[in-house]
Nanobody
Framework: VQLQASGGGLVQAGGSLRLSCAPS????????IGWFRQVPGKEREFVAA????????LYTNSVKGRFTISRDNAKNTVYLQMNSLKPEDTAAYYC?????????????????WGQGTQVTVSS
């Protein structure tokens, strides 16, 4: 399944953005979905993941309490609500569909990746 991420932009520190991830054709209701981010010259970093049912959620420590991942399987969309944004959150954000229904932190567990959406947080 091909994924489409959207919702990135330029925001001041302390601001909010909501990213969306949807399949361009097909459905991912049976897949866990993850969000990762990458800064040029650095490895892709895990941000958050949600199980297929929505009952299992994982976050990296640096975004806990600020970011919220959710999914609406009826709308075939996964969201990443990002509040209290910091300049260090600046990156290209990617969504990916896992091979299984279980949320994971490992990029190797994700088979389908969307194109990135850029998030830039100014200080």
């Amino acid at each position: 399944v091909q994924l489409q991420a959207s919702g990135g932009g330029l925001v001041q520190a302390g601001g909010s953005l909501r990213l969306s991830c949807a399949p361009s054709g097909g459905t991912f209701s049976r897949n866990a979905i993850g969000w990762f981010r990458q800064v040029p010259g650095k490895e892709r970093e895990f941000v958050a993941a949600i199980s297929a049912s929505g009952g299992g959620i994982l976050y990296t420590n640096s975004v806990k309490g600020r970011f919220t991942i959710s999914r609406d399987n009826a709308k075939n969309t996964v969201y990443l609500q990002m509040n209290s944004l910091k300049p260090e959150d600046t990156a290209a954000y990617y969504c990916a569909a896992a091979i299984s229904v279980v949320a994971s932190r490992r990029p190797a567990d994700f088979a389908s990746w969307g194109q990135g959406t850029q998030v830039t947080v100014s200080s």
